[in-house]
């Protein structure tokens, strides 16, 4: 996920660039393209995937399954991770004017591609004409309540079923050059000041109104905490995080964390392990809310984040497997990707709802929506060698 070491240091005074294609090249390592970030982002696609397949058996492969936090977390951290090193090179070489400029192109690219699935999604709703999927999918309201229904929906205040992290990603881009402008500052002071940020939702619940619930599934507020701790670690400070994750005792103590977290989840899912968890931790954890980004989430996710510090690798590119190049090629287009997989899901649920809800076709439905993901990906990747476009650290 991360760089081994004290090699997490490409901070704002040290970004590389490629003047070939006059763009920044996210998450590079000494002259190279670290393609764990991309790996990071098409693999947490490919689970995405499968976990908004409802009653998907094969959703016992993911990650949300085996520990608190879930792809979510990864998406957010790695988006955060890529704008300090795009917007802060462009900031470096070209002014504010350039990054406020590009972080507004952004949160706009991702209002309009929002806008658009969910046109689409809405389409495919109503072309199945079943209540079923009305409910599912959130998309009742809308059809009992166009006109309102379109104004919180262009508010970003509407959001049908799995897609409601996009407004999230549109707000944090919107809000980057602050974020920036603080982390060229003193990057510790603004992680400090997100942090607490962070505390006072935990705190006093603080969040953003929506439609037609009373409040933001992805609490903008709680979530630009990791979103700030992604742009930290693209700073020279990181290389403190680096220093932290090589003590034995930190590594000890996060894989307590991993594996407390493992033990606790599978006893939701299996009867037989829930004597495992005892009534006092159940009442001390929960609840593990994913609207508030709840502690257990965080203190998770930073368990994963410190191991993949010190266990995780460099990919080298003479090295890919084909596996590998698929979940790269995904994760370089992640907001498309994004959204073909949220509707990819909804015709998948269907086909298992209408045709069969059998284990076989389940794989089938699974492998086939992710080798179409792949086929995009790797259309769009082609398509980019003759249409150059800026950084997309989404």
């Excluded at 590079?28 to 696609?45: E, F, P, Q, S």
Aim: proline share 5%; with cysteine.
């Amino acid at each position: 996920m991360l760089v081994r070491g004290a090699r997490l240091n490409a901070g704002t005074n040290d970004l590389n660039h490629d003047p070939k294609h006059g763009c920044d090249h996210v998450g590079y390592l000494d002259g190279d393209r670290d393609l764990r970030l991309d790996a990071c982002r098409g693999l947490a696609l490919w689970f995405i995937f499968i976990d908004h397949i409802p009653g998907n058996a094969f959703d016992w492969l993911t990650l949300r399954n085996y520990g608190f936090s879930d792809t979510s977390e990864i998406f957010v951290f790695v988006s955060g991770y890529t704008c300090m090193l795009s917007y802060g090179g462009a900031l470096r070489r070209q002014g504010w004017p350039t990054v406020v400029v590009r972080s507004l192109r952004r949160s706009l690219e991702i209002y309009a591609a929002f806008l658009l699935l969910v046109i689409a999604y809405l389409a495919l709703v109503w072309v199945t004409g079943t209540d079923l999927y009305r409910d599912e999918t959130n998309t009742r309201v809308f059809f009992d309540n166009p006109g309102i229904a379109l104004i919180h929906l262009l508010a970003l205040q509407y959001t049908p079923v799995n897609t409601d992290i996009l407004p999230l990603f549109v707000m944090l881009h919107f809000g980057f050059p602050l974020v920036l402008w603080f982390m060229i500052r003193n990057a510790t002071i603004a992680l400090s000041a997100s942090f607490l940020l962070y505390m006072m939702v935990q705190l006093y619940s603080w969040n953003l109104p929506a439609w037609p619930a009373r409040e933001a599934y992805f609490n903008p507020l709680a979530w630009q905490m990791l979103f700030v701790l992604g742009a930290y670690c693209a700073t020279p400070g990181a290389a403190r995080l680096a220093g932290i994750s090589l003590s034995p005792v930190v590594v000890s103590v996060a894989a307590s964390v991993v594996i407390f977290s493992l033990v606790v989840t599978l006893s939701w899912r299996i009867e037989q392990l829930k004597w495992l968890v005892p009534d006092a931790v159940v009442g001390w954890i929960y609840p593990i809310y994913k609207t508030h980004l709840a502690p257990p989430r965080l203190v998770h996710f930073l368990a994963l984040m410190v191991l993949g510090m010190r266990f995780l690798s460099p990919i080298k590119h003479s090295k890919l497997k084909p596996w590998a190049v698929a979940m790269i090629r995904c994760g370089e287009n992640s907001l498309s990707i994004y959204c073909f997989s949220v509707l990819a899901s909804f015709l998948g649920f269907v086909v298992l709802n209408e045709i069969s809800g059998r284990l076989a076709m389940e794989a089938i439905v699974s492998a086939s929506g992710i080798i179409l993901m792949i086929a995009i990906a790797s259309l769009l990747a082609w398509e980019a060698k003759f249409d150059r476009r800026g950084p997309k650290p989404f």
